[in-house]
């Protein structure tokens, strides 16, 4: 179990699935499965494509549903001249409070370097609202034995800037590449150990205080099967969830750690 000092997030990042019509129908959905005493005891957000933010957000506000809305990613500027684009200002004013930054397919089909990641971070910070700032190995990297040098990497490059109180307020997804959308999901045992070198690195960076607060969620293929297993480690704080996010079924059997069966 993570500490009680950190709230667990689970988060569904739907990717590129999803017209605004099936993203309100899902949200609301989640919001008839999941009772309010499970959403006290873990945080749930979902992060739609940005055609369906707004009517989500409109669902979630006029329900009073407790679901944080998240994005996918944006842009680092606040306006200006970059066709296409989405800025942090616009995502804040939608009342968005997460945002993921540096997904490893951000990373490797659009060329997100750690560089341009921070940069999209200190943006989303300054903007108000909270990063889930991804990071992860590739098969190649694991087999290497160099996973702990890469997430070193990623992680200080990720964070750079940022005080050790925006530090404490901020997500961290150890999600290995090899794991995302795949079907192999790494042991509980693994992905608590790349959890503690995180929170270690962290620690380093920002100090014990934002060490403690900092939540580390795990994210590769997480199902309402294997979450049980890997939210009973003591440094996971939460899960990342793509596939399984876009079934409400599923994305709440998760929320509850399993107990609420998926259909
Ligand atoms: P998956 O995706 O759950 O489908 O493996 C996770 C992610 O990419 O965040």
Redesign the pocket.
Known sequence: MPSAARRPLISG?W?MNHNHFEAIQSVQKLSYLLDKDELAAVEVSVHPPFTDLRSVQTVLESDHIDIALGAQHCHFADKGAFTGEVSPLMLAKLNVRYVIVG???RREVFGEGDELVNKKLLAIVRAGMLPIL?VGETLAEREAGTTGRKVDRQVRAGLAGLSPEQVATAVV?Y?PIW????GRTATAADAQEVCVLVRSVVKELAGADAAAAVRIQY????TPDNVVGLMAEPDIDGA??????LDADSFAAIATYGQRGAD
Do not use: P
């Not at 994210?219 to 997480?222: I, L, P, R």
């Open positions: 990042n990717k997904h490893s397919e991804c997804a999600e794991a995302i959308g795949t994210g590769g293929s997480v990342l969830v793509g596939g399984a996010s």
